[in-house]
Structures are given as structure tokens and as C-alpha cells.
């Protein structure tokens, strides 16, 4: 089974900063990565996602997430952030059993 | 109206109360999941059903039960709640014919166990 591991339990950053989220996964196999949203009140949504190809992924609102195999990594990364980002971030791994582990999330808070 | 209906949004009950969390969806998708979520510890997967006959245990299965109705339809049982299953539980789907993995969700149900 795969596993996640989010590297920040909570950041605090003043908008326009730059923010970057670490993630690694252990897992044998071919996998899929997640990044999910979830804003203050609200369900997950899907940030950005890769399977396959370029390993640097393009996602909603300006971030972007880069999937270095050697290191087992997928970071977040958005190089201005606004207030509106505030939110909790999840990391995810999906192997070959077709089931999303998750990473115990890694709350944003930005200060205007 | 959302894709992805549970009921109910905020419960509130005793020790040893038998409760059910019900999902149901409008997309059309095959798989179903439930997931609960706990401060620190991120979305745990309780169970998930890939069609209606076809029910798996995930990594935190003890102490819940689920029943796949039709397949719009996946509830979670609670056979006798106990506090530490306070939690905020997720329902979520997907469907079969995608292999990348996204799941969308309902908006949760919050559950306090007193």
C-alpha cells in the first residue's frame, strides 16, 4: 500500500509570497498524484493532477506542482499567493488498486 | 443542486446510538467511497465499492458497515457509535472508466459522538 507524507503541518505566509508545499509518497509502482483544495467550510476539490507526460503540472488559480520520480516527490507551488488561497491542502497517491491515499494536509493561512 | 448529496450535513449523538450516513450522486459514476477526516491525520478511507456488488474494506473499516442500495446510492453505518468516531465523514465518487483517479465529493457530514 502507498503511503504520504506532507512535510509542513501549517504555513503562514503574507500575500504576494511565494509558497511551496512538500509532499513525497512511498509506493513500488506506477502511480498517479494529486493535489486537492479544500477551502474553509467546503469539500475537496482537485487542484491539479499528474499521470503521465511532463512531470511539471499546471492547475487551477496559478499553482502548479512538479513530480520528481528519483526523489518520489510531488511539490505544490505558487509563486504569489492571495488571500483567497487560504485553505488546507492534501497531497495524494493513487496506485494500481485504484484508491487515493491521502497525506494529513497541510493548512495555508495568508495574511493580507 | 450538488453532484454529490450526503445527509445528514450535522449529527449529534450518544454513545452506543446506531447511526447511517447516507451518499447519493447524480454523475453516474460506478465508484463510490466513504472517508472520514480528522484534524492532523488528513481523509482515512473507511470503505469504497466499485458497483453495486461489489463492497472493500479501506484502512479504517472497524466499527462501520456500508450498504451499496442502486448505484447512486452508498451509505455508512455506525452500528454503535463511540466517541472517537467523531469525525467529519466524506463521501466520494468516481467512475470506472477513468484510470486517473479524481474523486469528487460531497460537501460532508459532521458526526459528534457524546
Known amino acids: 500500500a502507498q503511503s504520504v507524507s506532507q512535510h509542513n503541518h501549517h504555513v503562514i505566509l503574507s500575500e504576494a509570497a511565494s509558497l511551496e508545499l512538500g509532499c513525497n509518497y512511498s509506493y513500488g509502482g506506477t502511480v498517479n498524484l494529486f493535489w486537492y483544495v479544500q477551502y474553509p467550510g467546503q469539500h475537496l476539490q482537485l487542484l491539479l493532477k499528474?499521470?503521465?507526460?511532463?512531470?511539471l503540472v499546471k492547475g487551477i488559480k496559478g499553482f502548479e506542482a512538479e513530480f520528481i520520480k528519483s526523489k518520489f516527490s510531488f511539490n505544490l507551488r505558487k509563486p504569489s499567493v492571495q488571500w483567497s488561497d487560504t485553505a488546507e491542502y492534501f497531497c495524494?497517491?493513487?496506485?494500481?488498486?485504484?484508491?487515493?491515499?491521502f497525506g494529513a494536509g497541510t493548512t495555508v493561512t495568508v495574511r493580507a | 443542486d450538488a453532484d454529490v448529496t450526503q445527509t445528514p450535513r450535522n449529527r449529534i449523538t450518544k454513545t452506543g446510538k446506531r447511526i447511517m450516513l447516507e451518499c447519493s450522486q447524480t454523475k453516474g459514476h460506478d465508484r463510490m467511497y466513504w472517508y472520514r477526516q480528522d484534524p492532523g491525520l488528513g481523509l482515512r478511507l473507511i470503505y469504497y465499492?466499485?458497483?453495486?456488488?461489489?463492497?472493500n474494506k479501506g484502512e479504517i473499516s472497524d466499527g462501520y458497515s456500508v450498504s451499496r442500495q442502486a448505484q447512486a446510492k452508498f451509505s455508512l453505518s455506525l452500528e454503535s457509535a463511540i466517541p472517537n468516531q467523531t469525525a467529519l465523514y466524506f463521501c466520494a465518487t468516481s467512475p470506472m472508466d477513468s484510470n486517473t483517479g479524481e474523486l469528487f465529493f460531497g460537501e460532508g457530514s459532521r458526526l459528534t459522538v457524546l
Open positions: 499528474y499521470f503521465s507526460g511532463d512531470p
Open positions: 465499492s466499485f458497483d453495486v456488488k461489489d463492497i
Open positions: 495524494a497517491v493513487e496506485g494500481q488498486d485504484y484508491k487515493l491515499s
